[in-house]
């Protein structure tokens, strides 16, 4: 295209999600100011890294939330899925089996969960919040089932290189988040796949009628949902080197709620999957700067819950102007 | 067709009122140790129950050849506290050598009593011959405690503590009490701060879920020997964050406090857990020689980091001998009528890398 078209697709791009980044540059000047206040340095590389690399984990499991909201559903599984992967993964792991073996089987069991979920929402029909709570239960109950309930420890200090290497200095999530994130954006925006993604979340009679695949395409934006659960479980697992049945709890919400602050509809359809990045980050410097200045917990509680009501207030600025 | 279907539904309603009236009327005719419980008992002791999270010990003959199966009730504050489960596995133990049948339900939080007071309910309806039980929270579980003691059903608490002047108060009868004193426990910390740190230490605190009972024992406990938070205090406590028992939760808070407090000493995690995360955090920021950790349960993972010198202590109790008393004086209770004294201390100790070995040892027995 030519450079005009360029120009003019980046600044409608910027423009779309002005509001978002303005928001984060907004919370991060708005802690590094009360920080200050309180002596402490909030604008450090290692803070900075410290923020990025907590809210990794939630950025990769909202991708696969994000892919399942922009195609009409719903997971509140992936907490429980990742929980179970990361209990399964140490228990091969424990009982001898290759560290990279493991891990392939790990997120095979996410995508399986997911076609099951798929499964149970495109084909039998069940509403997507039944399906994917029941699951929730079940991997629940799954990750107790796997070690009676006892967390899982003294792994080989191999299993920490997955989470916790360095490429150039730049620890090794940042690098799997901007991968990840490359990957999926290029999908849901350039391919077939993501255009039909889009299609079902926008109007799923209307799909029908224009001849796209609506359950094969649903299913597998289920898999996709599964698949990136189980990555998190994985990255968790080797992060803290310690498998706990318990562990993932939240995270449904967590990505519920930076898939809805990067401006993605809950009722699908519409909206970018690299401002998810964003919503996630908004939220992980939120909680990290509420517990940097030891604020209650109480008081955090209630400050990100108004964050995410405001956030999506802003997003819905357009369509309340459109009316 | 409508008829039908009317015919349908007026008749399941009428059963289920049928169903509920005859549990009300079944229910106020209990008795505690009468022939007629021990009937309906070991009509439920050879089934298995339907509950997805309960599992049940059974031996295949009673011991002393009595005639009569007892069944307990046990409930467990969380399925994948670890603390919890290996005071199951001393129930269970202990269920196989008296040859009783214990019927182990867990809830799946440990936030909140309504999972709680629903199973004590449901052991009520089902007449067991004892309830035992490791509360959340023993101020959700007054009404539930008042049923039992109404039916006549044992009652024991493990753990945490129903205060007998509270009891008294509420005119109820005192439910005893097998476990640690997490007050105790807290004194303890306080103590071993005192004698291995100076005046003035940075330190920070990593708290469980905010209200749990054990958080606010153990943090009393601590606080009365370093004294208030201030500039009186022993420690110098520049963060106290929660960590919601959570090992991720507790490297996120750990992180965030060290960017905020480069220069903190002292680490104090109200459960091993959360210090297993803490210590993830340190290790990171490459720390390790400037921080000490002081964490608290004993479970396995955490006496290993003792062994190694990451972590400074850590509180042990005795989860099993929790479990294996509370089960045996239960026991005494309903065949001997022996009610059992109010507390029975179970015993902490602060577990450093001395005095880790005997520790060990005392716990295997």
Redesign the interface.
């Known amino acids: 295209m030519d450079s005009k078209t360029k120009i003019s697709r980046i600044a409608w791009l910027l423009q779309n999600s002005f509001a978002l980044y303005f928001g984060m540059l907004l919370i991060f000047a708005v802690f590094t100011f009360l920080c200050a206040l309180r002596g402490i340095d909030f604008l450090t590389p290692t803070n900075i890294s410290n923020i990025v690399v907590q809210s990794a984990i939630t950025a990769v499991i909202s991708i696969g939330a994000s892919v399942v909201i922009l195609s009409g559903g719903i997971d509140l599984s992936v907490g429980s899925v990742a929980a179970f992967v990361g209990m399964l993964m140490a228990f091969f792991v424990k009982s001898g089996i290759p560290i990279g073996f493991a891990c392939v089987i790990g997120i095979m069991a996410g995508i399986i969960i997911g076609l099951i979920n798929g499964l149970g929402i495109s084909y039998a029909k069940i509403p997507a919040l039944i399906m994917t709570l029941g699951m929730m239960s079940i991997a629940r109950g799954g990750a107790l089932a796997v070690n009676d309930g006892k967390p899982i420890a003294n792994f080989p200090a191999e299993l920490g290189l997955i989470a916790n290497s360095t490429i150039f200095g730049i620890p090794i999530f940042v690098i799997y988040v901007l991968v990840f994130y490359a990957v999926m954006v290029m999908v849901m925006s350039k391919s077939k796949f993501g255009r039909h993604v889009y299609a079902i979340g926008g109007n799923e009679k209307a799909a029908v009628l224009s001849g796209v695949k609506v359950k094969s395409v649903s299913l597998a934006a289920y898999c996709i949902g599964g698949m990136f659960s189980a990555i998190g479980g994985v990255f968790l697992l080797s992060r803290l080197m310690y498998a706990t049945p318990n562990a993932g709890s939240g995270y449904e919400m967590d990505a519920i709620a930076s898939t809805v602050i990067g401006g993605i509809a809950l009722s699908g359809g519409s909206g970018k999957l690299i401002n998810t990045l964003v919503g996630a980050l908004i939220l992980s410097t939120l909680k990290a700067g509420l517990q940097m200045l030891n604020v209650p917990y109480s008081v955090q509680q209630m400050t990100t819950g108004l964050v995410i009501i405001i956030a999506v207030y802003f997003d819905k600025a357009s369509e309340r102007r459109a009316e | 067709m409508r008829l039908k279907s009317i015919g349908v539904k007026i008749v399941t309603l009428a059963i289920i009122a049928i169903m509920v009236l005859s549990g009300c009327a079944g229910a106020s005719n209990n008795t505690t140790s009468g022939s007629e419980n021990n009937d309906t008992s070991s009509d439920t002791a050879s089934g298995s129950e339907n509950d997805?999270t309960s599992s049940d010990t059974s031996s295949d003959e009673s011991s002393g050849g009595d005639e009569k199966e007892l069944v307990f009730a046990y409930i467990m504050s969380?399925?994948?506290?670890?603390y919890?489960?290996q005071q199951k596995e001393g129930v269970e133990a202990k269920a196989k050598e008296l040859g009783v049948t214990v019927d182990i339900q867990?809830p799946?939080t440990s936030e909140g009593s309504e999972e709680q007071v629903g199973f004590i309910e449901t052991a009520i309806a089902r007449k067991v011959d004892g309830i035992f039980i490791f509360p959340n929270s023993v101020e959700g579980l007054y009404t539930a405690v008042q049923k039992a003691q109404e039916s006549g059903i044992p009652f024991l608490s493990l753990t945490h503590r129903f205060d007998p002047d509270k009891m008294e108060e509420l005119g109820l009868e005192y439910v005893p009490y097998v476990g640690v004193n997490n007050v105790l426990g807290g004194n303890l910390v306080g103590e071993f701060m005192k004698e291995n740190f100076p005046k003035g230490t940075k330190t920070v605190i990593i708290t469980g879920s905010?209200g749990a009972n054990t958080n606010t024992e153990r943090l009393q406990g601590l606080f009365e020997i370093v004294g208030e938070q201030g500039p009186d205090c022993w420690i110098d406590v520049?963060?106290?964050?929660?960590a919601n028992?959570?090992?991720?939760q507790g490297?996120?808070?750990m992180?965030?406090?060290l960017?905020?407090?480069p220069d903190i000493e002292l680490v104090f995690a109200i459960c091993d857990?959360m210090g297993?995360?803490a210590l993830?955090a340190i290790e990171?920021?490459n720390k390790k020689e400037q921080i000490s950790i002081i964490s608290y349960d004993g479970?396995?993972?955490a006496l290993?980091l003792v062994e190694q010198g990451d972590f400074l202590a850590t509180v042990g109790m005795k989860p099993r001998d929790e479990g294996q008393i509370g089960l045996q004086y239960l026991y005494d209770w309903v065949t001997k009528g022996e009610k059992p004294q109010q507390d029975t201390d179970t015993g902490v100790t602060v577990v450093t890398q001395e005095n880790l070995d005997e520790y060990r040892a005392a716990l295997s027995e």
């Open positions: 997805n969380d399925a994948a506290n670890e919890s489960v867990s799946t905010e520049v963060a106290m964050q929660t028992w959570d090992v991720e490297y996120k808070v992180q965030n406090m960017s905020a407090n857990t297993i995360g993830r990171e920021a479970i396995r993972e290993s």
